[in-house]
């Protein structure tokens, strides 16, 4: 079992910046490819980002493409989402999630494992 732990979230003007952090415990390693998703009010859970177990494979979604910088520290067991020129319509619930055994990286919910409660992001116009 993997046990993640978003935070980070809070209120910020558009065009302003936030860094997402998702920390991993219990049965932690490198091995585990990791998405960000976000959920506004309304709406369906979608894909934000995926990074590879090694780092070395990135993927985004139009919507961020250019804005946001999906990273991880293995050492620390923590993935990153960097937020730049944020839009009101990035404003949702924000959730960290993990694909286990080396998997590819996904945009695809129902490919991740374990998930985490969530941290809210909201943009003001």
């Known amino acids: 079992q993997v046990q993640l732990v978003e935070s980070g979230g809070g209120l910020v003007q558009a065009g302003g910046s936030l860094r997402l952090s998702c920390v991993a415990s219990g049965r932690t390693g490198s091995s585990y490819t990791m998405g960000w998703f976000r959920q506004a009010p309304g709406k369906e859970r979608e894909f934000v980002a995926s990074?590879?177990?090694?780092?070395?494979?990135?993927y985004y979604a139009d919507s961020v493409k250019g804005r946001f910088t999906i990273s991880r520290d293995n050492a620390k067991n923590t993935v990153y989402l960097q937020m730049n020129s944020l839009k009101p319509e990035d404003t949702a619930v924000y959730y960290c999630?993990?694909?286990?055994?080396?998997?590819?990286?996904?945009?695809?919910?129902?490919?991740?494992?374990?998930w985490g409660q969530g941290t809210q992001v909201t943009v003001s116009s």
């Open positions: 999630a993990a694909r286990s055994n080396r998997a590819p990286i996904s945009d695809n919910t129902g490919a991740y494992d374990y």
């Open positions: 990074i590879s177990w090694s780092g070395g494979t990135r």
